[in-house]
């Protein structure tokens, strides 16, 4: 890895989480490259026992890979570091708190525990967390056989915890494990060419080498898609169990359930799904970054459009998830393919409906808007020419022509409310109002959502790319504004919306005077947010005969920030562990069992004074970590 910034934030996170000897080895494997055992112990100046220990624990936790090459009559294996695994570690905190608000403490339990382990098999994790199938009510503490407990308590029971492992497998959180997973990606694709290679020519026979590249090129993106997505069925790692059904609730199978794949024998007996418990499972960091995203978007169109609004959009994002396998596609797909993948992932209003949160609060949330009235004059036209809902009077901005049909489903509803019962009028009320406040998310300039047709009283998709785009140049903007002013951010505007220009026409354009802007480009240059272009007239290229164009290339400004951005997490991490260091005996010492709650009868008050000052710094600094880590996952990750 070439990242100079990078590999050494990486350094920093293994030498804080892991100590000093993992740090080493992943240090020089980031420097140099691929190496095999030899030359890393070499390298690293380690005993080679050390080195294979170290190793062993770092493919654990897939943050070193490895590949086997054949050279002459004996095998040869090379290690590789995963440095985007070992970034990912600075989510664990956020992807916990995450899996807890929806799967609580269990789901905490579980994902805390992977994130330690690296990879594990279930019925090993099971067992190696010490429950039984009878629920407890104590809290485990500490840690057992080796798995640490990271939660304020354990799953109540054995049963449980298998349950949530379960549902966390069906959602996507965990993943199964898969031999291409602890191996370099560039090694995988090679052999999967080779194979299909191989397979072409022997079903195909002759052709030129331009038909074949094309053959294996498409067969080659369909595998790495099948690969990077894993088993996408319902009951992928599942298995069926035949569970005892009350007598009281057997009942005579019906068409319906002989058909299903849950039935119900003469015996009592039902067949229920339940995790694996041989495979073997990890946390899937794509899963993670899918919600990171989400609640980004949230927060976007809250700045936008407020904070209902931004709810009703959250419940929409929600309802995508299990539809969206991956963050990121980084196969190449053809413009068609894209088109396809895009059209799955549609959700109508009344499926959103179904799913919707009943404890938000709905009513009154869009004003409403008086009879007769637009910009403060009368109106002589009714009010369905104004787009009012006449169910809450409020406005939803849609062309009559081109929602036709939903607006006669809205007058069907309005006439029918009378005759409906109250909690099926209020339904279909509130499924009125969550229109509307889609209506508004696909009016907005930015499109965050995207009308796709009638179906359920309208179907809605979200353009992720153009979004990711929007949301970057925002942040780009941000960035800009806070170094270099208002001067530089409209510099760097007028730069993307006119292409390349020269200093005098980007000073005419600016309304500024050449001279005041020369230093404000030179600082923008420097930080790698501009690029200038030489376009000499003459062939001596003289610098009095040569035309300089200033122009903005958003790509290679976005890879300088994120340099900029992995240095300075590396500096903040520095210093938070430089602080902790000044501290360090008193952190000691209040940790001890005996002092451990009586802090304030056993420390002096400059003691205390001391732990409390280390707190808030470590506090801010931490924030400031969670700051940088969210541009850098906007920059480089969305």
């Not at 994790?125 to 990271?150: E, H, M, Q, V, Y």
């Not at 992720?464 to 800009?480: N, P, T």
Request: charged residues 30%; neutral net charge.
């Amino acid at each position: 890895m070439s990242q100079k910034n990078a590999a050494e934030l990486c350094v920093v996170v293994l030498k804080e989480i892991y100590g000093e000897v993992s740090a080493k080895v992943a240090s020089v494997l980031l420097e140099y490259g691929r190496l095999n055992l030899q030359t890393l112990v070499r390298y690293s100046k380690l005993p080679e026992k050390i080195v294979k220990q170290t190793l062993v624990v770092l493919i654990q936790l897939h943050l070193v890979v490895h590949f086997t090459h054949k050279e002459g009559h004996r095998d040869e294996v090379y290690y590789e570091c995963a440095w985007l695994q070992i970034y990912e570690l600075l989510h664990a905190g956020k992807m916990i708190a995450m899996v807890e608000g929806r799967f609580g403490s269990d789901g905490a339990y579980i994902i805390s525990n992977m994130m330690q382990m690296g990879h594990v098999r279930v019925s090993d994790f099971l067992a190696g967390s010490g429950l039984s199938n009878t629920p407890k009510d104590t809290p485990i503490n500490g840690s057992t056989n080796g798995i640490a407990d990271s939660s304020k308590s354990a799953p109540p029971s054995l049963a449980s915890l298998k349950k949530v492992m379960g549902d966390l497998l069906k959602s996507r959180y965990l993943i199964q494990v898969q031999g291409f997973h602890m191996h370099p990606e560039t090694d995988v694709i090679n052999d999967i060419r080779a194979k299909i290679t191989k397979q072409v020519k022997e079903s195909h026979g002759a052709m030129s080498d331009l038909k074949l590249k094309k053959l294996v090129d498409g067969q080659l993106k369909a595998k790495l898609r099948e690969m990077a997505v894993g088993d996408t069925s319902e009951n992928a790692g599942m298995k069926k169990r035949m569970a005892t059904v009350e007598a009281t609730t057997l009942k005579r199978p019906s068409k319906r359930a002989k058909l299903s794949t849950t039935f119900e024998d003469v015996s009592g007996k039902e067949a229920v799904w339940e995790i694996d418990e041989s495979i073997v499972v990890r946390v899937n960091h794509e899963k993670f970054l899918i919600l990171f995203r989400n609640k980004e978007l949230v927060a976007f169109s809250e700045r936008r459009l407020g904070k209902t609004t931004a709810q009703v959009y959250g419940q929409l994002l929600k309802g995508l998830e299990d539809k969206i396998l991956r963050c990121q596609d980084s196969i190449d797909t053809d413009e068609d393919d894209a088109i396809d993948a895009q059209k799955k992932f549609k959700l109508s209003t009344l499926e959103l409906s179904r799913t919707f949160d009943k404890d938000l609060e709905l009513d009154n949330s869009i004003a409403a808007v008086p009879k007769n009235i637009t910009n403060g004059k009368k109106r002589a036209h009714d009010d369905d020419d104004m787009g009012i809902n006449d169910r809450n009077g409020a406005v939803n901005g849609i062309d009559d022509e081109e929602d036709q049909d939903d607006d006669e489903d809205v007058d069907e509803w309005a006439q029918d409310e009378q005759e409906m019962n109250p909690e099926t009028a209020a339904k279909k009320r509130r499924m009125g109002i969550i229109k509307e406040h889609l209506d508004l998310l696909a009016q907005d300039s930015y499109h965050f959502v995207k009308s796709e047709g009638n179906r359920g009283l309208g179907e809605w998709s979200v353009d992720f790319g153009g979004l990711m785009k929007i949301l970057k140049q925002v942040e780009m903007e941000k960035i800009i504004e806070q170094r270099f002013g208002g001067v530089g951010l409209r510099l760097l505007r007028i730069l993307q919306e006119k292409g390349k220009l020269d200093e005098k026409q980007l000073a005419t354009i600016a309304l500024r005077k050449s001279t005041s802007i020369r230093s404000t480009l030179s600082s923008l240059q420097e930080a790698g947010h501009l690029e200038l272009q030489e376009v000499p007239k003459t062939a001596d290229r003289a610098a009095s005969r040569t035309i300089f164009l200033w122009y903005f290339d958003p790509d290679r400004a976005r890879l300088n920030v994120l340099h900029d951005l992995y240095k300075a997490l590396t500096r903040t991490l520095q210093r938070i562990a430089h602080e902790r260091s000044e501290v360090q005996p008193l952190l000691e010492k209040a940790e001890r069992t005996d002092i451990a709650g009586k802090e304030e009868h056993y420390l002096s008050k400059a003691e205390l004074r001391a732990i409390a000052r280390f707190r808030v710094v470590e506090e801010k600094l931490l924030g400031q970590v969670g700051r940088l880590d969210r541009q850098v996952m906007i920059f480089r990750d969305f």
